[in-house]
């Protein structure tokens, strides 16, 4: 008896332990599992805020956005609770079949369980695994058609700005090239009237030449300002991409436990 009470303590002192690292290594998940909801919340509002409808250009309304995250959030915290609970049935599982083989290996006096009642229970419970992993890949792909249809709404009206800008820079670019010809003209123009009259007290002339010399100036700097917006737009677009592809990754890998596997000790939800 003396034995065997040793033995228990041990494995209660063990289990003790254990519990307490599990406890926490689960507040450290807590905490990280917060901050990365927080980003997520705020890169999809940034997002939202920004989408605008592919045919009327109009940005989607402020309510409609709330409640596209009100329900997301609903439906990621019933997949956390629903995960809860499979990792608790999982738990109870692994305890039940541990129990089992410390008692075989204590004494055959021990055994205090029905083994055709555990099995049926085993049983039942891999059948609410079942259905709990069911309702787990539907809700994911819930979540990720929500993701694709931001993300496309996100590329449409990058794609449109992007478009646009390229239609802008065109019309300057064919602006340029009709008033370098007029100032090739006027070139000659003054040429001619140089060599005949010359520009010497022909005042409407000259101020007509200074003015023409202005508005080239200032076309041309609307040109370079122009391809720098162009290039910036560029740019947004690509790192748009990167992060829509970087989310829709993460949002497509599901971790699904086996049918009787254990649940290792360093195992939580995928969120």
């Known amino acids: ?3 065997l009470r040793q033995k228990l303590w041990t494995i209660n002192a063990a289990n003790e332990a254990s519990a307490r690292e599990q406890t926490l290594r689960l507040q450290q998940k807590k905490v990280e599992e917060k901050e990365l909801r927080v980003a997520l919340t705020q890169l999809r509002k940034q997002t939202s805020s920004k989408a605008e409808h592919s045919k009327t250009g109009q940005h989607l309304p402020a309510g409609l956005v709330d409640t596209l995250e009100a329900n997301d959030l609903k439906k990621e915290l019933e997949v956390a609770a629903v995960q809860l ?17 410390q008692k075989e290996e204590l004494a055959d006096g021990l ?6 009642q555990l099995k049926i229970e085993n049983q039942t419970y891999n059948e609410k695994i079942e259905e709990r992993n069911e309702e787990l890949l539907k809700l994911r792909r819930k ?20 478009t646009a800008m ?10 340029l090239m009709h008033i370098k010809r007029r100032r090739d003209v006027l070139r000659q123009q003054s040429a001619r009237m140089r060599q005949s009259n010359g520009l010497f007290g022909n005042l409407p002339l000259l101020h007509d030449y200074e003015a023409k010399c202005h508005q080239k100036e200032d076309l041309e700097q609307q040109i370079v300002a122009l391809r720098a917006a162009y290039g910036q ?6 790192e748009y991409k990167q992060k829509l592809y970087t989310l829709s990754i993460a949002n497509l890998m599901p971790s699904v436990p086996s049918r009787f596997a254990a649940a290792p000790s360093s195992a939580r939800p995928a969120i």
């Open 1 to 3: 008896h003396d034995n």
């Open 85 to 101: 609970e499979h990792i608790k049935l999982r738990h109870r599982l692994h305890r039940e079949e541990k129990l089992i083989r």
């Open 111 to 116: 055994h205090l369980i029905d083994f055709e």
């Open 143 to 162: 979540i990720t058609s929500v993701v694709q249809i931001f993300a496309h709404k996100e590329h449409t009206r990058l794609e449109a700005q992007r």
């Open 166 to 175: 390229d239609a802008q820079v065109l019309a300057h670019r064919d602006t």
């Open 233 to 238: 737009a560029t740019q947004d677009v690509v």
